[in-house]
């Protein structure tokens, strides 16, 4: 059974840091593209960061670009997102997936971010 569970989420002032979780089980995480994604309140879910299997290359979008960062462990098969700098509008729920290199996805359940003083 395939699991990813999230944590670390919570309510932070205005640049404050927070750092995300994710772990997964029933994987073989080593071979799975790992991404943070985020919806805020009344909007629609969009990529935040991903990290790629193997080379381990990642990606952020321009929103959260030089303020986050996505890391791995396969040891451990977690995924971290690093968020520093925080502001309101990183204000979400924030989902952890795992793309497997052959294609099939999951999603953690969510962790709420809050930025607000």
């Known amino acids: 059974q395939v699991q990813l569970v999230e944590s670390g989420g919570g309510l932070v002032q205005p640049g404050g840091s927070l750092r995300l979780s994710c772990a997964t089980s029933g994987v073989t995480f080593s071979r799975y593209t790992m991404s943070w994604y985020r919806q805020p309140p009344g909007k629609e879910r969009e990529l935040v960061a991903y990290i790629t299997y193997g080379a381990g290359s990642t990606n952020y979008a321009d929103s959260v670009k030089g303020r986050f960062t996505i890391s791995r462990d396969n040891a451990m098969s977690l995924v971290y997102l690093q968020m520093n700098s925080l502001k309101p509008e990183d204000t979400a729920v924030y989902y952890c997936?795992?793309?497997?290199?052959?294609?099939?996805?999951?999603w953690g359940q969510g962790n709420q971010v809050t930025v607000s003083s």
């Open positions: 997936k795992a793309v497997h290199r052959w294609g099939g996805a999951h």
